[in-house]
T-cell receptor
């Protein structure tokens, strides 16, 4: 499984933007970058994914470096509900079935009121 | 649409016993995957079932097994329980095929198993 590296923890104040980094220097050309998050006492939930271009959805934005060796998940205005563990995961592109995800340790995001 | 349903939510078992956990995937999803989550090891992949066949398997002992039924519902079984099997067991469902439509896996809330 291709590996990713994330900081163990990050903190933010409510309503401020949060930039969660992820390094994936061994990414292959067909790997998609997925982000999931796990709120306390819940299963992981999908946040966003992308291949090469930056992506936006209602939850977050994903900025992907030009060489694709790193990416950043951007929460534009953090809320208390965004406090969770965020996982950056590589999947094998369109050949991947998403049936096996490697989660790593993720980043614990703390949001202060 | 209804999400992934796992039953039971909580379970307490004694060492040496066996346990069966159940997962109902989202309608139309043919892939069901199981994960074990512990504070020490994090989220670890157990196995994946697709169309009633095990398609992928993680690095767990043979005491951990599973199956999938024709309606895509899945069960996992752990025999001869050990204290170290205490964990949150998560089930995820996805379309199971490759391609554009397969963009995310959906997780259930998990079954919290405590072995005493």
């Amino acid at each position: 499984d291709a590996k990713t590296t994330q900081p163990n923890s990050m903190e933010s104040n409510e309503e401020e933007p949060v930039h969660l980094p992820c390094n994936h220097s061994t990414i292959s050309g067909t790997d998609y970058i997925h982000w999931y998050r796990q709120l306390p006492s819940q299963g992981p939930e999908y946040v966003i994914h992308g291949l090469t271009s930056n992506v936006n959805n209602r939850m977050a934005s994903l900025a992907i470096a030009e060489d694709r060796k790193s990416s950043t998940l951007i929460l534009h205005r953090a809320t208390l509900r965004d406090a969770a563990v965020y996982y950056c995961i590589l999947t094998g592109g369109r050949g991947s079935t998403l049936g096996r995800l490697y989660f790593g340790r993720g980043t614990q995001l703390t949001v202060w009121p | 649409k209804a999400g992934v349903t796992q039953t039971p939510r909580y379970l307490i078992k004694t060492r040496g016993q066996q346990v069966t956990l159940s997962c109902s995937p989202i309608s139309g999803h043919r892939s069901v995957s199981w994960y074990q989550q512990t504070p020490g090891q994090g989220l670890q992949f157990l196995f994946e079932y697709f169309s009633e066949t095990q398609r992928n398997k993680g690095n767990f002992p043979g005491r951990f097994s599973g199956r999938q039924f024709s309606n895509s519902r899945s069960e996992m079984n752990v025999s001869t329980l050990e204290l170290g099997d205490s964990a949150l067991y998560l089930c995820a469902s996805s379309i199971g095929s490759t391609g554009r439509r397969n963009t995310e896996a959906f997780f259930g809330q998990g079954t919290r198993l405590t072995v005493v």
